[in-house]
Nanobody
Framework: QVQLVESGGGLVQAGGSLRLSCAASRSSFSINHMGWYRQAPGKQRELVASITSVGRTAYGDSVKGRFTISKDYANNTVHLQMNSLKPEDTGVYYC??????????WGQGTQVTVSS
């Protein structure tokens, strides 16, 4: 099983920055991609950013140009650099990983709150 642990959430003013990290445990199964999803109060969970095993990235429309996802291969960790934060970015951010058998794993989530 893959275990994911998120960190880096917190409270920040609009226009500020936060950096989220997600550490994945070692597994005998290959990870196809990892990503970040978020869920705001009263809204559905949405994709924020994803990165494949070969470094291909994708972003949700609302965060393009502001967020950057990257992977630390030495530590098996993904990061989400969030700049120019808006109050609309407030929510619980969840790390996700999918293995080669299309099984998904989720972290416990980390709260991000952006004040205006």
């Amino acid at each position: 099983q893959v275990q994911l642990v998120e960190s880096g959430g917190g409270l920040v003013q609009a226009g500020g920055s936060l950096r989220l990290s997600c550490a994945a445990s070692r597994s005998s199964f290959s990870i196809n991609h990892m990503g970040w999803y978020r869920q705001a109060p009263g809204k559905q969970r949405e994709l924020v950013a994803s990165i494949t095993s070969v470094g291909r990235t994708a972003y949700g429309d609302s965060v393009k140009g502001r967020f950057t996802i990257s992977k630390d291969y030495a530590n098996n960790t993904v990061h989400l650099q969030m700049n120019s934060l808006k109050p609309e970015d407030t929510g619980v951010y969840y790390c996700n990983a999918e293995n080669e058998y299309y099984v998904n794993f989720w972290g416990q989530g980390t709260q991000v709150t952006v004040s205006s």
